[in-house]
């Protein structure tokens, strides 16, 4: 049950990672060692996303709006702005989840999904290719001028759940991640203004991370 | 029997006692036997808190780092160090992975019966058409949040969030601690922390010492590979435990080594041999060993301070052998050593059965321990009695004499006693004087129970231990409330009804929170309402549908909620199943196995107005609020009224017997009131100087008393013999300076509890000795003692 509740977005902030790399990739990844040395390089990495969920429980897909934050090496903040303001702080090895609620923040480091939340994430963002190859069966495919990297996951556990995750790109640019699950729900992230060289000042970190806790993020 | 055999058959029958009873003696100490008896809920309760529960076998350790990666890798690397270490049944340095499972398992099948614990009033709100559009949004707005998406698999079957709600409580109470790479961390981020149970008692200083000996060894080394940048912080009872007894250990080294050497000294000074000084000492350890057999026969196990305590009072008896072998000495008749012995047994005896009467004084309190202790008494004194008349004269030779110095100072103190005869007026003014102001000075006696008054614990040990405590929980461990009840499904339903007072008195402000069982498991009674409040809405399945369609869900997509509407009420959780699943650890620390009753705990935090919750509980039957250190402390009050009473009933049985012995009232009050008088004289002194009064001051002064009853009997009973007198006071001189480097030398202690007995000891026994001219005055005597026969 967690295991899938947080596949979703355990692998969509894992394929966001994917983003910041592919994103700071120059020239195009023609190949998957590229699309890792890209992600290698990246310098920190503001973007917008647009979620479309279509779930076999809603009439219609619920949509999302948000900005996410990467610094490296391992801080990331991924911010929901529509329709309802929530917040997901990954610091080192802590995982911070808070919403709008005025409910206390919650803690999920010590959750077992999210540790490998954070394990998938460090992974790509160290361009490990042979662990990330030891978690996901990886299949890289150019088309020029597009690409795509599908990842399907090796832990039967996670299997049950997710079918794969597919990230696509054209050139420098990555524009989609789409989560496909065993029963049919389907998420697909589109992101856009995708800055990979951005400079975190103090304040924004601050701001981001806060000075003691994580999830200083506001939603 | 010739000397040789006789000694050989003793040292078979001394050995023989040696091996049926050493291994079968427990030098652990179980406090559960210095409660007052089990009859009340209270002492139950406290009395299981102490001795059985996990609290009081869980050790916390906070491994600090100069950051959280530090300390996390200190804390796991301690961990691992220690994990299969065989006094541990359990180590717990970060969360359970499979938690989730488990509870998934357990309770979702259940989910419905754990919707509401006000089921009567929340669950209609629920269910009516706003309440169920409401919960619709809100399942709706969750599933498009990250951490919402948990909800995608179970919404179908719960629309309700009946699962939500229950995940909640869990999460509600769980520590404040957090995790970092699987290590437990405490909010500051600066220490990581292990919980450990170990398999033996918080009080089992021999299993607790070495384990923390090794928990300090493997952090050292730990330490040094993170070069020295690690602390660590410790809390638990074993560290108090293991802390005292090292204390008093070190205390016990010193002030042992100075009361072996005083006591020795003096015999060694008094007798002139050591052979005689070995037939001094022969008597208590036969004593010792005899009691210790017939204590094990009877009980089964002794209690580490049943020994400590009853070895204690059984140094006293060494008056027996010395009176022996003094008269022996001193014999005008220069009798053999059975005569004298024949001679001075009623003397002893008396002595012997005064002693055993002050003592069984303690039979009659409520205390198992204390019964146990003067079980261990009067059984070794009896021993050491016997032994000193039947047995040490087989090894006396036919006539003995002291060396001259004793003899001189024999002489003395009988000179100094008849000098005082012409004053005997004066000397009757000082001690009614005495007494007058004593018991005059009575009634300003306050008496101090706090249990800091008689240990004080290592202010360090007490930093520490509030330090980690703080680090770990915000609960007070010190005030708790227990709900008690016939059955396991009893307990739990007064659970429910306390956690509902609480919770009254939260909104009130009296407190800010609680811990409690409830946040696990309801009354089966509780679960069943909830089911009956669905059950009323008979069109639920329909009404669900209905609202979440209106919020955007799709027609059908809750078939699984109404067949499990269709399938009637699961079957409700019970503790007996809780415990035995793999949740089992979550609920164990806060039950009570009392017998044929259970208890449930709830700890309290932020308890302002204790008055206000005490008021709401009083209104559930069965429930305890407890504040540890006025319990304690009530305890500790309880031991120190029944010391007093049995010092005024030992009394009492002491002045029986002098009075079956003596039949008259002079002898009887000759004997008797002196050490009584240095007894209320003492109590007086306390009161008047502004000394409050513990226990230790009462128990130390029934051995005062019992030790000055005897210097009265051999007083009176040799007063009409000089030579016997002599003796009598030579012996009393012997025993008195024995008793002060025995007992007089704990007033060296650094430890409050020892200093205590140690003074109160050492006064009382020179004043008792410096009192017993009294006994002869009191027998109004006028003429000198008889000249000694040729």
Redesign the interface.
Known sequence: ??V???A??IV??AALGLLAGAAAADPAPATLDGLMAGMARATGVLAEFHET?T??????P?E?RGVLHFVPPDRMV?R?LE??P?S?VVD???VV?R?ASGEAP???????SA?QFVDNFTTLFRGDLPALREKYEVRFRAEPPGWSLELEPRDAVLRR?VASLTLSGEGERMREMVLLERDG?RTVTRFGRVETDHVYTPEELSALFGT?EAGAAAP | MSRPRAALLLALVMAAMAGYSLPRVDFSTDIASFLPDAEGDEQAVLSRMLRDTELSRTLVLAVGGPDEATAAAGGRALAAALRDHPALAWLRSGPDAELPRRVYELYFPRRLLFLSDQPEREIPKLLAEDGLREEARRLRRDLGLPAGTLLAEVAPQDPLGAFRRLLERFRGAQSTLRVSDGQFVAGDGRHAILFLATRASGFDTAVQAPLLRDVRAAFERIDAEHGGALELGQSGLARYVVAGENRARGDAVAIAGLSFLGVGGILLLALRSAGSLGLTLLPGVFGLLATTTIGTLFYGRLDGITLAFGTTLLGLTIDYPIHLLNHHAMSPLHENAWAVARRIAPSLGLAAATTMASYAGLAFTSLPGFRQIAFFSVVGVAATFAFTLLVIPVFLPASRRLPPSSQRVAAGLAGAVLALEPRRGLLAAVGIGLAAASFAALPLLRWQDELAALSAPDPAVVAEDQHVRGLVSPFDSGRFVVAVGESEDAAIAQNDRVYEALREARERGALEGVRSVHDFLWSVDLQERNWRALSAVPDLADRVERAFAAEGFRPGAFAPFREALAAGPPAPLRLAELRDSELGALVGPMLLDLGDRTGAVTLLRGLRDPEDVAGALASVPGVLLFDQQSFVTGIYREFRDATVRQMVLGSALVFGVLWLRYRRLRPTLASFLPSTLVAVAMLGALGAFGIRGNLLHAMSLVLVTGQGSDYGIFVVDSSDRSRDFRATMLSLAVSCMTTLFAYGSLALSDEPALRTIGLTTGIGILCCLLASPFSFLLLARRSPPEPEAA
Not at chain 1, 106 to 112: A, E, T, Y
Request: charged residues 30%; glycine residues 10%.
């Open positions: 049950m967690s899938r509740g947080l979703r977005p969509r902030a969920k779930l076999a429980l809603l009439s219609a619920l999302s991924r929901t329709p309802a929530s997901l080192g090895r802590r989840f919403d919650v803690d999920l480091s010590g959750d077992p540790r759940f729900d003691g």
